[in-house]
C-alpha cells in the first residue's frame, strides 16, 4: 500500500506515528509544510520537518512534543547574554546540530528536498520526508503591532510562539508560495497513492499552507486515491495550539464540522472524501463528505494507531 499524507507539527508528526504502526508494510510519503521555516543567527531552521523527523526516528521530546530529547539551551542562554535574540525561540543546542548541517548544504547548492534526505538518513523515520516546495515560502501574519504601534505583517512563528496567538490575525499570508513550485518527486507521489491522509494538523498554517503551492491541490483534486482528513478540533476547540485564532483569520468556525467544510468536497471541486470527528461531536453536517465518528484523542500509542487504523478503514471503505 502507497500512503501519501500531508502535515505539519506536532499533532501530524504524533498521528503519523499512529500511521506507521497500523500499516507497517506501507510505503509511506509525507509532504511537509516548510510555511514555518525561519532564518536566525544565520541558520536555516525548518521545525515542522525536524518536529517530524524527530518523532518518527525516536529523537523527540516526549515532553515538549519539539525539539529533542534531553536538550539543554545553553548556546540561546549565552546569545541572549550578548544581547542578541530572539530569547522567545527555543533554539537547542543539540537542534543547532541539525540547523547548522542543514544551513551548510543549502548555502552550498543543494536543495532543501535533498537535504532533508540526507538528514533523514540519519534518523531513518521510517517514510519519505518530502517538504512542500523546494523554494522558500514563509508564513507572515498581519496583526496590530504592540511594539510599533502599527499594523504590519510579523513572521507567524513570532505571533505563535512569541505572542502565543493573542495578537488578533487580521490576515495570514504564505509569502512566496504564490511563485513556488511543488518539490521534485511530490506530484508523483500523489499520482501513484492509493490513500491520500490530512493528519490532525493545523488547517491553515500547515495543511493550508501546502495546499497555497500551485499544483499541490489541483494534484488531490485529480488524484485516483480516496482522501480522509481527521479533524484537529474536539469539542469546538483545538487538540493542540491555537488553531482557533488561525481559523479565525480566515473566517471559519471552530468546529470539526466547519473544518471539514472548509475543506470541502471533491465531488464539489473541494479536497475531501471522508472525514474523521470526534464520538463526542453532535453536529457533523459536511456536505458530500463521509463523516464518521471515532476516539480522536491520541493519548498513548495504542489508541494513534487505532485512529490511524479508522482513517485507512474509511478510505479502504470509500475506495470501494
Request: proline residues 6%.
Amino acid at each position: 500500500m502507497r500512503i501519501l499524507a500531508l502535515a505539519g507539527g506536532i499533532g501530524g508528526a504524533r498521528f503519523l506515528r499512529g500511521v506507521r504502526a497500523a500499516e507497517p508494510d506501507a510505503e509511506i510519503t509525507v509532504i511537509v509544510n516548510t510555511g514555518d521555516d525561519i532564518t536566525l543567527h544565520g541558520l536555516r531552521i525548518c521545525p515542522d520537518l525536524d518536529t517530524i523527523m524527530y518523532t518518527l526516528g525516536g529523537g523527540i521530546s516526549a515532553e515538549r512534543g519539539w525539539g529533542r530529547e534531553g536538550e539543554t539551551f545553553v548556546v540561546r542562554d549565552e546569545l541572549a547574554a550578548y544581547g542578541l535574540g530572539p530569547a522567545w525561540f527555543g533554539l537547542g543546542d543539540k537542534d543547532l546540530a541539525t540547523h547548522l548541517v542543514r544551513t551548510q548544504a543549502l548555502d552550498a547548492g543543494e536543495p532543501l528536498s535533498a537535504v532533508t534526505r540526507a538528514l533523514c538518513a540519519r534518523w531513518q523515520p521510517g517514510m519519505t520526508l518530502i517538504p512542500m516546495s523546494d523554494d522558500r515560502v514563509e508564513t507572515h501574519v498581519v496583526v496590530d503591532n504592540p511594539d510599533s504601534g502599527r499594523r504590519e505583517a510579523i513572521h507567524f512563528q513570532e505571533w505563535w510562539i512569541r505572542h502565543q496567538a493573542s495578537l488578533a490575525a487580521h490576515a495570514i499570508v504564505a509569502v512566496g508560495a504564490e511563485t513556488a513550485s511543488p518539490a521534485p518527486g511530490l506530484l508523483d507521489a500523489i499520482e501513484a497513492a492509493d490513500v491520500v491522509l490530512f493528519p490532525p494538523s493545523n488547517p491553515v498554517v500547515s495543511i493550508g499552507t501546502i495546499l497555497s503551492v500551485p499544483g499541490i491541490a489541483d494534484a488531490l483534486r485529480r488524484a485516483a486515491a480516496p482522501v480522509v482528513g481527521v479533524s484537529p478540533i474536539i469539542d469546538g476547540a483545538p487538540v493542540r495550539g491555537m488553531a482557533d485564532a488561525c481559523l479565525a483569520a480566515i473566517g471559519v468556525e471552530t468546529g470539526a464540522a466547519a473544518v471539514g467544510r472548509h475543506y470541502g468536497a471533491r465531488s464539489a471541486g473541494g479536497l475531501l472524501d471522508g472525514w474523521l470527528v470526534d464520538s463526542g461531536e453532535t453536529e457533523i453536517d459536511a456536505p458530500g463528505i463521509a463523516v464518521r465518528k471515532v476516539p480522536l484523542w491520541m493519548s498513548d500509542a495504542p489508541t494513534t494507531a487505532a485512529l490511524a487504523r479508522a482513517a485507512l478503514d474509511l478510505a479502504a471503505e470509500l475506495g470501494g
